[in-house]
């Protein structure tokens, strides 16, 4: 049917795009195909598909937009803030627009979202990105270096523990089989 392709089509959109924007080493040109895929795939789905597959296109939207650089991270927020209005408990779209605000300098803000994000969500559910977002807050503070680079060994341990695990999907940690320090962090 039509529609099954629709919702397809959609999916493929945002696979597509989250694969070339990866490996096309930050090509302008291929990254700007794949926010026009993306753009595409957010009006289909706006009119054709649930609020939280809408979030998801959205978010890689923002992602996308994210690696063309500095010039655009208001519309790469703006996309993350699409996606938090389309899927209010989305981490992704939480998560992206922390590190827009930590990209743009607002540092304030964007501890107030990962507070926000760690009242909304568990550790099972965060990932190595939160992590991440979290050691880039630490980076800038002279008296947080220790603690910048125990974010850093965090991120990494779960990062590779997903790797080892053979767990592609995002957010799936194994507490159990987690690391002292990751365990320690959490």
Known sequence: SVKARESNAIDTAVEL?????CICARQPRALQICVRMLERAGK???ERSTDAKCAVVYC???NTLIL???MQYERAM???REATRRDP????ALQGMI????YEGQIEDAESQIGL???MHTPEDLGYEFAYLQSLLLRGRKDQKKEHLRALTVCRDMFLQRKESGNTSKNNIDLNAATPALKTYL
């Open 17 to 21: 795009a989250a694969l070339f924007s």
């Open 44 to 46: 289909l789905a706006s």
């Open 60 to 62: 890689q939207l923002g």
């Open 68 to 70: 063309q650089g500095v």
């Open 78 to 80: 703006k996309a993350f």
């Open 89 to 92: 408990n989305s981490a992704a």
């Open 99 to 102: 590190l827009c605000q930590c």
């Open 117 to 119: 994000l760690t009242v």
